[in-house]
């Protein structure tokens, strides 16, 4: 999917794409994982592949080294559902480890989860998610 730079973040942050979730898509290092996690559901909904594969650690459950099956189920998924809604309930910082615990809202539902994320060689990488 494009979006224009212009356009609202699929965030939902408030800000404007450019502003937002732009930079981290082309390769800035979020220097929170916080803003890793809302560049991560703003990439889900543009269909991002390379980015949530990127930016997955290889411990998470989704992680494999077949790229393209990897690919393909990530644009399923993308294409599939409409993002609708993002809510941060916390922030759990850390140095080396960190919490996001959020609510997805999509077109069929919602997700609640608390996420997992550590920081290897100076970037965030989603680790795992609990749900809630």
């Known amino acids: ?24 898509h082309r390769g800035i290092l979020p220097a929170t994982a916080l803003k890793l996690m809302r560049s991560r559901y703003s990439a889900f909904a ?14 998470n459950s989704d992680y494999t080294t077949d790229r393209e099956q990897w690919k393909e189920s990530i644009l399923r998924f993308s294409q599939s559902t409409r993002f609708v809604g993002l809510t941060i309930h916390e922030f759990i910082d850390g140095e080396s480890e960190a919490f996001v615990t959020f609510e997805a809202l999509f077109d069929k539902g919602s997700l609640k989860e608390k996420s997992r994320f550590f920081k290897v060689d100076g970037k965030w990488l989603y680790e795992s998610g609990e749900f809630i």
């Open 1 to 24: 999917m494009k979006l224009s730079q212009n356009a609202p973040c699929p965030c939902h942050s408030g800000e404007k794409y450019k502003k937002c979730c732009l930079p981290y």
């Open 46 to 59: 543009l269909g991002l592949s390379d980015y949530i594969m990127d930016t997955t650690h290889p411990d």
